[in-house]
């Protein structure tokens, strides 16, 4: 079907891109100094950006993609052939993809419901589990899902008491923080990712943050072919390309001018949905708990059925809105279904219940009241 213009600009996205008009003289400069390639400022300005905005000692490599972020950290854990690693079930595939690049076996494990990420009482059970037949899992993939902080502390605990390392999936939860701490400092190694629909964006990207120099130098070597010192292009490990371009940084430094200010609208979103609708008893939403900051990059609200969901799904698909169900958990999707899961319920009651709401820091109010009014007609 071919969408002419003016159907592009009426309909009203889940998550679009939102340039701030200080990306071009990044990429200008770029274009200026001829640096397209290789890497050049542009990378190491963002990068820098990045480290200054997470604090904590964050070493941060700009990479293609966030999915490349993941495929490396489980490349700098030594995940290989028939490992296993323990993945929160209620996320994007994405998150789980780069374990079976090496052969590896997700476990799944459900989540709780206060932030619904990984339920911590259920990674003891699983990490148990595993032990009790002789396989400790390599790692544990958890997430920030639509920008919630998981319960970092109880997670921590477990990764420390069981000696099992975390990757943290905050490809959503750029700006979020947990207890005045930035979300993407948590895991042993952490994941971020800049693709069109996130809060902010490369137009496609992703970054892998370390806690100490060595391992972003590292993951830099493996991200650039691991080429050996030298000019003889000896390589004494299997090496990626997965280097973010310098054009592309340009676009993520300009971004970061504005992330604040994109969380605060996001934030503002959420706020205004909720005001609007929290008064009707058949619509819920996932409060911060004590301590917890999130980005808000989606407002998802639950209804009390799958059919109240579907409903309101297609009376917003109607009328050229975008909507969506809630990620549908990877336990269910055919590619994973020989693997481990620990259930409890909990995924699958979100993904046929909760409904994910047009997000974007560059909504109008115009567009908001629409979909809050289509909604508020739907409970009459
Ligand atoms: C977007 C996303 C990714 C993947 O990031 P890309 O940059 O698109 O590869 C990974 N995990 C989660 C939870 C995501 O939402």
Request: glycine share 6%.
């Amino acid at each position: 079907m071919i969408k002419n213009e003016s159907y592009l600009n009426s309909k009203i996205w889940l998550s679009s891109p939102h340039m701030s008009g200080h990306e071009e003289k990044f990429i200008k400069e770029a274009f200026n100094t001829n640096w397209i390639a290789p890497l050049g400022p542009n990378v190491n300005g963002f990068e820098k950006d990045l480290e200054s905005y997470l604090e904590n000692n964050a070493n941060v490599v700009a990479l293609t993609s966030g999915t490349a972020a993941i495929h490396l950290a489980l490349v700098l854990l030594n995940v290989s052939k028939n490992d296993e690693v323990i993945c929160q079930t209620k996320t994007f595939v994405a998150s789980v993809n780069p374990v079976t690049y090496l052969g590896a076996k997700p476990v799944f494990v459900d989540s709780e419901i206060d932030t619904w990420n990984m339920c911590p009482i259920l990674l003891e059970q699983a990490i148990n589990d595993r032990l009790n037949i002789g396989k400790k899992p390599k790692a544990i993939i958890v997430i920030n899902l639509y920008g919630m902080p998981h319960k970092v502390k109880e997670i921590q605990n477990i990764s420390n008491k069981y000696n099992i390392p975390i990757i943290e999936d905050s490809a959503e939860a750029l700006g979020s923080s947990y207890f005045n701490k930035k979300c993407g400092t948590f895991g042993d190694l952490s994941v971020l990712s800049f693709n069109g629909n996130k809060i902010i964006t490369t137009s496609g990207g992703g970054a892998l943050v370390a806690k100490d120099i060595k391992t972003k130098e590292k993951t830099i070597f493996l991200a650039t072919q691991a080429k050996d010192p030298g000019i003889e292009y000896s390589h004494t490990h299997v090496g990626y390309n997965y280097r973010m371009s310098n054009i592309l940084a340009g676009i993520g430094r300009g971004q970061m001018e504005v992330l604040d200010n994109y969380v605060a609208l996001r934030r503002k979103n959420y706020r205004y949905y909720y005001d609007q609708l929290s008064s009707i008893n058949d619509i819920r939403f996932l409060n911060e708990p004590e301590g917890y900051f999130s980005n808000r990059w989606l407002t998802c609200i639950e209804l009390p059925t799958n059919k109240m969901r579907e409903d309101l799904l297609h009376l917003l698909q109607e009328n050229n809105i975008e909507a969506r169900p809630s990620w549908k958990p990877m336990h269910l999707q055919p590619i994973f279904k020989e693997y481990t899961s620990y259930l409890n319920g909990v995924s699958e009651r979100l993904y046929k219940t909760v409904l994910c709401l047009p997000s974007g820091s560059n909504l109008t109010k115009g567009e908001l009241d629409k979909i809050i009014n289509l909604i508020k007609q739907y409970f009459g």
